[in-house]
């Protein structure tokens, strides 16, 4: 399997004939000001399979804080499917869209890390912001993090 993208996104929806359509594309800073802070973000990942590859792959994506241990946010299977006989000759290509509740809790470097079948990628966000006296999580809406 070969790697097509892996980018992170303020908000993500996937459209018809496997189109999507993002906002906010590119997330590599994010300010929340205060921390710990929640921050919706969206994962895009495209990959182009063989056609060995056809059929149930794992996949797992993980989020590392800086100074924790990575939390595993999927770990499931996908299934790479042949494409359709109209489009016979176009390459096999897996697309995956998760959207999720980013919780950051410290400032630094957060790891994104993507694994489907034996393709492995990272993506890093730098995340710059002060601790909260209160230790509550404040909620940084879409488009206002980068």
């Given at each position: ?7 992170v ?13 993002v ?82 809790t ?16 990272t ?24």
């Open positions: 399997m070969k790697l097509q993208y892996l980018l996104a303020d908000a993500a929806a996937s459209g018809a004939f496997g189109k999507m359509d906002l906010g594309l590119g997330v590599r800073v994010l300010r929340p000001g205060r921390l710990p802070s929640l921050t919706p973000l969206n994962i895009l990942v495209g990959a182009e399979a063989d056609p060995a590859e056809l059929g149930e792959q794992s996949i797992k994506i993980s989020v590392q804080a800086p100074s924790a241990k990575a939390a595993v946010v999927v770990d499931d299977t996908v299934v790479v499917a042949p494409r359709p006989a109209e489009e016979e000759g176009l390459p096999i290509e897996v697309r995956l869209h998760l959207a999720f509740p980013f919780i950051t410290e400032p630094g470097v957060y790891t994104f890390r993507v694994q489907i079948g034996r393709l492995r990628a993506y890093k966000v730098l995340v710059i912001g002060s601790e909260s006296e209160s230790g509550s999580i404040e909620f940084t809406p879409p488009g206002s993090a980068s």
